[in-house]
Protein backbone atom coordinates (compact mmCIF):
# COMPACT_ATOMS: atom_id res chain seq x y z
CA UNK A 1 0.00 0.00 0.00
CA UNK A 2 1.49 3.21 -1.05
CA UNK A 3 1.52 5.86 1.49
CA UNK A 4 2.61 9.43 2.21
CA UNK A 5 2.72 10.40 5.69
CA UNK A 6 3.54 14.24 6.54
CA UNK A 7 4.39 15.30 10.35
CA UNK A 8 5.71 18.89 11.21
CA UNK A 9 2.95 20.63 11.19
CA UNK A 10 1.74 22.55 14.52
CA UNK A 11 1.03 26.25 15.89
CA UNK A 12 3.06 28.64 15.68
CA UNK A 13 3.44 32.41 16.15
CA UNK A 14 3.89 35.17 13.06
CA UNK A 15 7.59 35.36 11.82
CA UNK A 16 8.32 31.83 13.00
CA UNK A 17 9.52 28.36 11.27
CA UNK A 18 8.51 24.84 11.20
CA UNK A 19 9.75 22.31 9.42
CA UNK A 20 7.54 19.81 7.10
CA UNK A 21 8.27 16.39 6.79
CA UNK A 22 6.71 13.50 4.54
CA UNK A 23 8.00 10.10 4.37
CA UNK A 24 6.53 8.04 1.50
CA UNK A 25 6.07 4.21 2.17
CA UNK A 26 5.00 1.29 -0.53
CA UNK A 27 7.28 2.34 -3.75
CA UNK A 28 10.04 4.45 -4.27
CA UNK A 29 8.94 8.44 -6.14
CA UNK A 30 12.06 7.98 -7.67
CA UNK A 31 10.95 9.46 -10.78
CA UNK A 32 8.60 11.26 -9.92
CA UNK A 33 7.88 14.93 -9.08
CA UNK A 34 6.98 15.55 -5.85
CA UNK A 35 5.45 18.59 -3.80
CA UNK A 36 3.44 20.72 -1.32
CA UNK A 37 -0.37 21.91 -1.31
CA UNK A 38 -2.21 23.27 1.22
CA UNK A 39 -6.03 24.08 1.94
CA UNK A 40 -7.95 26.11 4.39
CA UNK A 41 -11.84 25.34 4.91
CA UNK A 42 -14.17 26.00 1.74
CA UNK A 43 -11.25 27.13 -0.49
CA UNK A 44 -9.63 24.61 -3.33
CA UNK A 45 -6.20 23.24 -2.88
CA UNK A 46 -3.28 25.28 -3.90
CA UNK A 47 -0.04 24.59 -5.27
CA UNK A 48 2.72 25.50 -2.63
CA UNK A 49 5.94 23.97 -3.77
CA UNK A 50 7.69 20.76 -6.18
CA UNK A 51 10.81 19.50 -6.91
CA UNK A 52 12.31 17.40 -9.70
CA UNK A 53 13.17 13.72 -9.66
CA UNK A 54 16.74 14.62 -9.47
CA UNK A 55 15.93 17.64 -6.91
CA UNK A 56 17.67 20.24 -9.00
CA UNK A 57 14.73 21.99 -10.12
CA UNK A 58 12.13 23.66 -7.70
CA UNK A 59 9.17 25.58 -8.06
CA UNK A 60 7.12 27.79 -5.86
CA UNK A 61 4.12 29.59 -5.53
CA UNK A 62 4.49 33.19 -5.28
CA UNK A 63 3.16 33.65 -1.98
CA UNK A 64 5.95 31.85 -0.98
CA UNK A 65 8.96 32.55 -2.59
CA UNK A 66 11.89 33.56 -0.99
CA UNK A 67 10.11 31.78 2.47
CA UNK A 68 9.48 28.78 1.78
CA UNK A 69 12.12 25.75 0.56
CA UNK A 70 11.68 22.39 -0.61
CA UNK A 71 14.09 19.85 -0.75
CA UNK A 72 14.42 15.70 -0.94
CA UNK A 73 16.18 12.80 0.33
CA UNK A 74 15.91 9.89 -2.74
CA UNK A 75 17.91 7.56 -0.16
CA UNK A 76 14.61 7.85 2.30
CA UNK A 77 12.14 8.61 -0.11
CA UNK A 78 10.96 11.48 1.69
CA UNK A 79 10.17 14.97 0.68
CA UNK A 80 10.55 18.24 3.28
CA UNK A 81 9.50 22.01 3.22
CA UNK A 82 10.74 24.32 5.26
CA UNK A 83 8.57 27.39 5.90
CA UNK A 84 10.67 30.41 7.63
CA UNK A 85 9.25 33.69 8.57
CA UNK A 86 5.75 32.38 8.58
CA UNK A 87 2.47 34.79 8.06
CA UNK A 88 -1.00 34.41 9.49
CA UNK A 89 -2.42 33.40 5.85
CA UNK A 90 0.02 30.24 5.34
CA UNK A 91 -2.45 28.99 8.15
CA UNK A 92 -3.49 25.47 6.50
CA UNK A 93 -3.51 21.79 5.99
CA UNK A 94 -0.86 20.96 4.20
CA UNK A 95 -0.81 18.11 1.69
CA UNK A 96 2.68 15.68 0.66
CA UNK A 97 2.18 14.63 -2.84
CA UNK A 98 3.66 13.16 -5.97
CA UNK A 99 3.13 12.78 -9.67
CA UNK A 100 4.63 12.23 -13.11
CA UNK A 101 5.11 15.75 -13.34
CA UNK A 102 5.14 19.15 -11.48
CA UNK A 103 1.83 21.12 -12.24
CA UNK A 104 0.07 24.03 -10.24
CA UNK A 105 -3.22 21.61 -10.79
CA UNK A 106 -3.69 19.07 -8.03
CA UNK A 107 -5.33 16.87 -10.52
CA UNK A 108 -2.36 16.46 -11.94
CA UNK A 109 -0.67 14.39 -8.71
CA UNK A 110 -1.45 10.63 -8.65
CA UNK A 111 -0.71 10.40 -4.78
CA UNK A 112 -1.51 12.27 -2.06
CA UNK A 113 -0.76 12.56 2.33
CA UNK A 114 -3.39 13.14 4.81
CA UNK A 115 -1.89 16.53 5.64
CA UNK A 116 -0.91 18.15 8.98
CA UNK A 117 -2.39 21.39 10.28
CA UNK A 118 -0.51 24.49 10.35
CA UNK A 119 -1.50 27.24 12.22
CA UNK A 120 0.29 30.64 12.31
CA UNK A 121 -1.04 33.30 15.45
CA UNK A 122 -0.43 36.48 15.21
Known amino acids: QVQLAESGGGLVHTGDSLRLSCAASGRTFFNDFMGWFRQTPGKERDFVAAISPSGFSTYYADSVKGRFTISRDRAKNAVYLQMNSLKSEDTAVYYC???????????????WGQGTQVTVSP
Open 97 to 111: TAGPRTSKDSSDYNY
